[in-house]
């Protein structure tokens, strides 16, 4: 008998995607393939192990989706070594710290209230659990990364590993910068590129590959793949790491810290979402998809700033940007419940040096990504901006209904990938 029950909320829940605007900073819609190829039967299979390396038997074309999955991950950033096995960007970060670092040790990170992310040091995750962690911010004026801060926040606390990468900053991240800090106080460099890969591999971002020890990256984000996490290493994967006691390369080390360290089997069935999303990025459209995000998102970065709006750091580089709310007399959390009412889907999102508390905010982060995969141009995403503006400042339910109204009749007519 068919289970009603779930195959209706997904149907539901397509229906949801497909009359919301989605401006989630996080999320991205993928293509039919990968879809096809998370959702197909290889979810059924054990292949503990790596390829010709496996526990399991009757992994013959498991070996070989994970082996295509490798190198078209090694193509497409430019990597000596890549990880293809981390069920998540978390996954990818404490298999990656745990092959740099000991328990006990000491991480700088980006403070979580300043575009940081949980992994990155935070008290209730892992990171914050079983390591002493110190954090640099933004600069007060700016609202962007003071370099000269952070080196002097490294030579204070002398750091085992310092960790560059933001869930919700909105500026290019000079990688270079952070390998001579690094290297200034003998720590290792680990850059999560979570939010960002997509432009790193369209170009239009510095890459951190050759740059960082290690660099950890979702798969789901701006690079539009399946839920799924990577660790790749450039120049530096060879080099030499004591782990537990023993001498080993790093990407040895990284191998042994996903599996058996951190996971047991890997998801065959994700891994195959992620080769063919690999593959998909390294076509010519995905650069032209890239610059169409940055360009939706900048228009509707300018649209608040142009109605009064103030935009943290004054303006975006990347395919995401944060909003203060302070002004207009309305919290993040109200304007994220607000919006949702309209068919508009973003967070609440904490400003730096926020007053008030993470849970209810002072600003929402927009991201260009999602809406750029519909098919929106930028004229469009100015519609976008004006939607919100106009949801913002309503003064009666009456006039949020109208809006809602024009919201679905404008988004419907965008296919799905
Ligand atoms: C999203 C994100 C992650 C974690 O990804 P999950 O797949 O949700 O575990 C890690 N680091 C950064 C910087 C992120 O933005």
Redesign the pocket.
Known sequence: MRDDQIFNLIEKEKLREKEHIELIA?ENFTSLEIRQAVGSILTNKYAEGYPLNRYYGGCSFIDEIEALAISRAKELFGAEYANVQPH??????MAAIMALINPGDRILGMQLSHG??L??GSRVNFSGIFFNTYFYGVSRDSEMIDYDEVLKIARDCRPNLIIA???SYSREIDFKKFREIADDVSAYLLC?I??ISGLIVAGFHNSSIDVAHLT?S?T??TLRGP???IILSGKDFNKLVNFNGKEKTLSNAVNSTVFPGTQGGPLVHVIAGKAIAFREALQENFKEYIANVIKNTKVMAEYFKSEGFRIVSGGTDNHLFLVDLSSLDLTGAEAEKLLESVNITLNKNAIPFDKKSPSVASGIRIGGAAITSRGLNENDSLNVAKFIVRALKAKSDIELKQIKKEVVRFIRDFDMP
């Open positions: 996080s998540s960007g978390s996954q990818a970060n940081g992310h992994t990155h990468g933001a869930s999560d979570a939010h950890t979702t789901h984000k839920r799924g996490g």
